[in-house]
C-alpha cells in the first residue's frame, strides 16, 4: 500500500537546513571565546578572535577563516527570510568546515597525541657535568631539567654549559687553578649561569594538556625555554613530555589539520 503521506515522510528525513547547522557551530564557536576570554560586557566576535590569535589560543589561518564565517554569519542572521528561512544558504563543504573549526578549537588535540612522549633526560645538581657532555654528544638535546630530592630545581641548557666552559677554559689558560673538569658537577653549572644571569625557566602542565594551551603557555610574556609535562603538572612529578621551540610548529599544524 502506497503511503498517503509521503510529503510529511520526506520532510522527516530532511536533514537540518545548513544555514541552521551554521548558526549552531559559529554560536558554539562564539560561547567558548567568551567563556575563555570572559571580556567585560559586550565584545564584538571579531574583536574576541583577533585576541585569542594575539594569545595563541588559535592560529593565524583559523583567525583568517573566523573572519570570513563572520561575514557569512551576518549574511544569514540579517539577509532576507522566506517562508522562516534565511535565503543565503551556505555550501556543504562551508558547513563542514566550520563545525571541523569548532570541533578543534572545544576539543584540541593533546600534545602526547601530537609528538608523543620521549625518553627524558634529567639530573641532579650532584651529577658530573661528564655525564652531561656525554649525552649532549650523543642525543644533541639542549636542554635539562635539574631535579632535587625529587622536585624540579632548575633547566639546564647547552648555552649555559658552553658559556660556563668557556669562562672556565679562560680562567685556567691564565693559570687558575680550576680543577678537572671531570670533578665539576652540574649545581657548579647551575650557580654560574645564575649569577650570570643566564636563567631559562619551565613552565608545567599536566599530561591532558592539550595543543592549543601548550602554544599559548609557550607565548607566555616571560617567555619559557620549555613546557614540562607531568603527570598533575606538579614539579615534583617526573617528567613525561617537554616541550620546546621546535615543537610548536607542529603543534599548531596539528590544530589547523586535526
Known amino acids: 500500500m ?38 567585560k560586557g559586550y565584545e564584538a566576535f571579531g574583536s574576541m578572535a583577533r585576541r585569542m590569535e594575539n594569545s595563541g589560543a588559535i592560529t593565524s589561518l583559523q583567525l583568517m577563516e573566523l573572519e570570513a564565517f563572520v561575514d557569512l554569519r551576518n549574511a544569514i542572521s540579517h539577509g532576507s527570510y ?47 657535568l661528564s655525564e652531561v657532555f656525554r649525552i649532549i654528544n650523543e642525543k644533541g638535546i639542549s636542554q635539562y631539567p635539574i631535579y632535587h630530592e625529587g622536585s624540579y630545581q632548575a633547566l639546564l641548557t647547552t ?49 591532558d594538556v592539550d595543543a592549543a594551551t601548550a602554544v599559548t603557555m609557550l607565548r607566555h610574556p616571560k617567555l619559557p625555554r620549555v613546557l614540562i609535562v607531568t603527570e598533575h603538572g606538579k614539579k615534583s612529578q617526573k617528567p613525561i613530555r617537554i616541550v620546546g621551540a621546535a615543537d610548536v610548529i607542529p603543534l599548531l599544524d596539528a590544530l589547523e589539520e586535526f
Open 82 to 128: 522566506r517562508d522562516g528561512e534565511p535565503i543565503a544558504e551556505p555550501r556543504a563543504d562551508t558547513v563542514a568546515a566550520i563545525e571541523k573549526l569548532r570541533d578543534v578549537l572545544l576539543s584540541p588535540p593533546r600534545v602526547v597525541q601530537v609528538i608523543g612522549q620521549q625518553k627524558i633526560y634529567s639530573f641532579t645538581p650532584e651529577d658530573s
Open 159 to 207: 648555552t649555559m654549559v658552553a658559556q660556563w666552559f668557556a669562562d672556565w677554559s679562560l680562567r685556567r689558560s691564565a693559570g687558575e687553578d680550576v680543577g678537572a673538569l671531570e670533578s665539576v658537577r652540574v649545581g657548579e653549572v647551575i650557580d654560574f649561569a645564575h649569577s650570570r644571569a643566564l636563567r631559562d625557566h619551565a613552565v608545567f602542565a599536566a599530561a
Open 2 to 39: 502506497n503511503d498517503p503521506r509521503p510529503a510529511e515522510r520526506d520532510a522527516a528525513n530532511e536533514p537540518a537546513h545548513r544555514a541552521h547547522q551554521f548558526i549552531a557551530a559559529f554560536n558554539d564557536i562564539e560561547a567558548h571565546f567568551r567563556s575563555v576570554l570572559q571580556p
